[in-house]
């Protein structure tokens, strides 16, 4: 059973460009759950999502972050006109519900750098 | 809001010495307790985790956290580190938030383990 799928694993972006990051979630699983570690800090929750709604996006900078998770295929996070604060390593977890007691399956994250 | 401190930025043992890695956590309500570990470039895999029950909990990798409502503190432990240990580790309390599990983590704890 595969695990929590994310890519890329590095990305380059230079400023005012936008990421992509993509998460494909474990098979079963339709909860997903996006996080940001910046250097140096412990990882900070950004959304969570269903299968086609946003569930809670209060971790989620006001403007130019979006998330989604359509009905096929897999949850992206685009950032829109990336500016250098961006630069950190983006986490998507995965469960297969939203109980509390579930475990939240991490991928290996996505580092993104911008120039 | 719910709030994880991880007083210990760095701690270095020798390999075979005991280990503990203190965590504590400020939460309203009974607290959902987790411990992940990060190798360097890598996502998360939890350790362990705590809902009820035993206060004692039992991990992977022989590690074992013991919860301590009287001082609000989820510390980690294992009695003989190996240098395969060295890592990253996050203590996280989740809490319903939106309908979902929403983890907030400590800063990390970085470990280093002496030959």
């Known amino acids: 059973n595969a695990g929590v799928m994310q890519n890329p694993r590095h990305l380059v972006r230079r400023r005012g460009q936008e990421a992509r990051l993509r998460c494909s979630p474990m098979?079963?699983?339709?909860?997903v759950y996006w996080y940001r570690q910046l250097p140096e800090e412990g990882l900070k929750f950004m959304v969570y999502?269903?299968?086609?709604?946003?569930?809670?996006e209060s971790g989620m900078p006001k403007e130019r972050f979006s998330a989604e998770f359509p009905k096929e295929g897999p949850s992206i996070l685009r950032i829109q006109q990336v500016v250098r604060g961006d630069s950190a390593a983006y986490f998507c977890?995965?469960?297969?519900?939203?109980?509390?007691?579930?475990?939240?399956?991490f991928g290996p994250g996505t580092r993104l750098t911008v120039l | 809001a719910q709030s994880v401190t991880q007083p210990d930025i760095h701690i270095t043992v020798s390999e075979g010495a005991s280990l503990e890695l203190r965590c504590n956590y400020s939460?309203?309500?009974?607290?959902?307790l987790f411990w992940y570990v990060q190798s360097p470039g890598q996502g998360l895999q939890l350790l362990l985790k705590y809902f009820s029950g035993d206060t004692l909990v039992q991990g992977i990798k022989g590690f074992e956290a013991e919860f301590k409502r009287s001082q609000s503190s989820f510390n980690l432990r294992k009695p003989s580190v190996h240098w395969s240990d060295a890592a990253e580790y996050f203590c996280a309390v989740g809490a319903v938030s939106g309908g979902g599990n929403k983890l907030t983590f400590g800063t990390g704890t970085q470990l280093k383990v002496e030959l």
């Open positions: 939460y309203g309500a009974t607290p959902y």
């Open positions: 977890a995965s469960s297969p519900s939203g109980l509390v007691a579930d475990t939240q399956y």
């Open positions: 098979k079963g699983h339709s909860h």
């Open positions: 999502l269903q299968k086609e709604n946003i569930i809670d």
